[in-house]
């Protein structure tokens, strides 16, 4: 099984600044995909694992 594509969800919640949550979505070759969040989603690191 290989990993042919990666989402980056970089959300912005105005109602909530200081929360920015990163998402990812994770497609394989054999047509399994997930989804999961980035550990650093608080304040300024949300830029860091969006990248």
């Given at each position: ?14 109602e909530?600044?200081?929360w ?6 994770i497609?394989?070759?054999e ?14 690191g949300?830029s860091?694992?969006?990248?």
């Amino acid at each position: 099984m290989k990993v042919t594509s990666v989402e980056i969800f970089d959300i912005h919640c105005p109602e909530r600044p200081p929360w920015n949550p990163v998402f990812v979505r994770i497609h394989t070759d054999e047509g399994i995909s997930g989804v999961g969040e980035a550990g650093l989603a608080y304040d300024l690191g949300h830029s860091a694992a969006a990248i």
